[in-house]
């Protein structure tokens, strides 16, 4: 078998491929056949119009055949035209619509036969479908079953045909050299395709049940080569160094509690104790805590941390365990030192902040005193806490606004003589098999319940008609004393975002809302210089604070309760819920607008957005929406990706793998049969780096 050397071939060195796709296709990181053959479709394009009009569905993919009957064209209030097809399926009839494209209308002529696909709607009783892909059919041609047509994920320069050329190619050059990770005996009772097989289904399928296969064969392999992985992980943990013990009697806990300006929610209690009973023991708590936006994730882990500071390191000893937080900003680093600190006047706890900005002796002064054991809570970005900070009794770390469902962030800040607590914090709920999938080993604690009073905010979708109206409520709440946001989008933060965004402060500032005082934060200012507009917002010496996304991640400030979310179609499904979570701290109803470009135009993101603020329904939602891939997003963190493994709707398969997993381990802890050779070297491959694994090697 050529094994791995056909897979290690250089996409350009194949027929067709030639060097200048390949330059293009190395920007979306396919370098070899391997590359080629894992980059998987990100969805399918059904034309095999063997829906009826009976069998659609809401907003899920469909191809239907008809006959053209009639084409339309008028103008819309807007200006813009709208193209209308009417279509004849047999069964009844279909629309087929297209805004602002008149050059469409030259296309479709009476009598055509079409093959149009996409997600239908039902509207005023009729099935139509807006944008769809088409299909013309050549007199006489049936459309066939098996039409379906891979789409991948692009980079920019990059097209569909360049990327469908090389995995043409790829599939070619691999056939009868694709090594097999999977036991012969485990395909056969799992009823799982080979792997050629489902490379070549996952790729150009031959039926809509083949595409379900083939996907089935490498969520199984990715998840279960996952579970093993942690599997082995842990079992390397559990040899790890042990934990400091926080036990927390009775007496800790309410002198905790007094320290809170307000009574916990019963959903606190509980984490606190969940917290709590972890701590008390000597192996490393590994747990992640969700909750939604706003539902005071916070008070709980400043609660297990002022149970690790309130405890002796030793019963003969006046010293006292330290206790760190992480986040992802400078500015919840700062927000969090100050609400630490004005919790801890008077305790004597130091609370110490390392963060971008400050001045070299500030830092060196900083690091010693947590080298010395002397600043009892350090509260910092990750990049600093955990790249530059020695502790002395490091007892906990909890990781703030995890927001990715990054994998195993916490082999970070192992140091010392003992492994400290670790607590991750992340605001995107995530249904429990997934939680499983990806954190493996990390036990789940949820808080399903905001604070007392708290009332969903009331969110509208603001078309370009609704604007000036808009602009009108808005003034008149900033007027009867409210204060808000005005959330800019910028996704690079580049010299020309930076342009938009001083114009869109200016265009602000000078227009809609030119009566109030008005603040601009964005990710190129000056650690300090953010800091200062931060605390003039807080202060209440601005009534709105024009900024970025960078206010996105735990930005607290429970007075601000108005905000406007410009050209709110840029956002991702998340983001705007963790905007949103900006106005949903206190007691007054948020508002919240999202303006879109738009006036009426289904937007499947927004829509969501607007429809609930249920973060757990949307987080669903989003993950739906984004379809298999990234999901897990270790391509950001730098991590192999999970590829395929789409969580939300194999959370059997989940489950199947981890079982399988734990059965395979316990009987081969080292995978040493011949069989599980590839798996084993494929699983070391993969997560080796990331989970040290090296040793099991
Ligand atoms: P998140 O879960 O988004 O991190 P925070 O911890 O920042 O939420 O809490 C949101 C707001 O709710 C903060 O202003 C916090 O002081 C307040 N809060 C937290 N817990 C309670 C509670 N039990 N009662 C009243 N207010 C609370
Ligand atoms: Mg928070």
């Known amino acids: 078998m050529v094994a791995d050397a056909g897979l290690a071939t250089r996409l350009e060195r194949l027929p067709g491929v030639g060097t200048a796709r390949g330059e293009k296709l190395a920007k979306l990181g396919l370098t070899t056949v391997r590359d080629a053959l894992m980059h998987f479709p990100r969805e399918y394009r059904d034309f095999s119009g063997a829906h009826a009009l009976a069998d659609l569905r809401e907003g899920e993919h469909a191809s239907i055949v008809g006959d053209v009957t009639d084409v339309g064209s008028r103008t819309l209030h807007s200006g813009r035209t709208m193209l209308t097809v009417i279509l004849d399926c047999g069964g009844g009839r279909a629309r087929a619509v297209w805004f602002s494209m008149p050059f469409m209308a030259k296309r479709f002529a009476k009598g055509m036969r079409v093959v ?216 919840l680093a700062r927000q969090h030192h100050q609400t630490l600190s004005r919790l801890l006047a008077g305790s004597g706890v130091e609370v110490e902040l390392l963060v971008g900005g400050q001045t070299a002796k500030r830092r060196e002064a900083a690091l010693e005193r947590i080298a010395a054991g002397t600043a009892g809570i350090v509260v910092g970005t990750q990049a600093l806490v955990a790249g530059a900070a020695r502790f002395r009794h490091l007892a906990l770390v909890v990781i703030d606004e995890q927001h990715r469902f990054g994998v195993l962030q916490r082999a970070v800040l192992q140091q010392g003589q003992a492994d400290p607590h670790t607590l991750v914090m992340t605001a995107t709920p995530i249904p429990r098999t997934i939680a499983h999938a990806v954190y493996g080993d990390l036990d789940v604690s949820t808080l399903d319940e905001p604070p007392p009073g708290r009332q969903p905010v009331a969110t509208y979708r603001v078309g370009p008609d609704d604007l000036d109206r808009w602009w009108e409520f808005v003034r008149k709440k900033l007027a009867g004393g409210r204060r808000g946001y005005v959330v800019v989008p910028a996704v690079e933060e580049s010299k020309r975002d930076l342009a938009t965004i001083a114009s869109a402060y200016e265009a602000l500032a000078n227009g809609p809302l030119e009566a109030f005082r008005l603040g601009l934060v964005h990710g190129r200012l000056q650690p300090t210089e953010k800091a200062a507009v931060m605390e003039e917002f807080r202060g209440g010496r601005l009534d709105v604070l024009v900024a970025t996304s960078v206010i996105e991640v735990g930005i607290d400030v429970p007075e601000a309760t108005i905000m406007t979310i410009l050209d709110a179609e840029s956002f991702g499904l998340a983001q705007l819920h963790q905007l949103r979570g900006r106005v949903a701290r206190g007691a007054t109803q948020g508002i919240c607008g999202a303006v879109m470009s738009s006036q009426g135009e289904p937007h499947p993101r927004v829509d969501a957005f607007v429809a609930t603020t249920d973060g757990f329904t949307l987080a669903e939602t989003d993950l739906r929406l984004r379809g298999p891939g990234d999901l897990v997003g270790t391509r950001q963190s730098g991590m192999p990706p999970l590829y395929l493994a789409d969580l939300l709707r194999d959370g059997s398969v989940v489950a199947e793998a981890r079982r399988d997993a734990l059965e395979l381990f316990e009987k081969d802890p080292a995978l040493a049969d011949p069989s599980l050779e590839r798996l084993r070297k494929l699983i070391l491959d993969r997560w080796g780096a990331t989970l040290g694994l090296g040793e099991v090697a």
């Not at 706003?294 to 330290?322: C, H, I, P, W």
Request: proline share 6%; net charge neutral.
């Open 116 to 331: 149009v696909a996409g997600q239908p709607r039902l509207s005023s009783g009729t099935w139509e479908f807006a944008h769809p892909d088409v299909r013309w059919l050549a007199g006489g041609e049936e459309a066939h079953a098996s039409d379906w047509l891979a789409v991948y994920p692009l980079a920019e320069g990059v097209q569909q045909s360049h990327v469908r050329l090389a995995v043409q190619a790829a599939l070619d050059h691999a056939a009868g050299a694709c090594p097999e990770a999977l036991p012969e005996e485990m395909l056969a009772a799992k009823d799982l395709l080979a792997i050629e097989q489902a490379f070549r289904e996952i790729h150009c399928p031959s039926s809509r049940e083949m595409i379900g296969r083939a996907r089935r064969r490498f969520v199984y392999q990715e998840l279960l080569m996952l579970q093993l992985a942690l599997r082995m992980h842990r079992s390397r943990q559990q040899r790890a160094k042990a934990a400091p013990a926080i036990p927390v009697d009775l007496r800790l806990d309410a002198r905790i509690r007094a320290r809170f300006p307000f009574e916990f929610t019963p959903a606190q209690k509980r984490v606190c104790a969940e917290l709590a009973a972890d701590m008390a023991r000597t192996e490393p708590m590994n747990r992640l805590l969700q909750g939604d936006v706003g539902s005071g994730k916070t008070a709980v882990a400043v609660y297990a941390m002022l149970a690790a500071v309130g405890t002796r390191v030793a019963a003969d000893s006046n010293e006292r365990f330290q206790a760190a937080i992480m986040a992802p900003t400078g500015l």
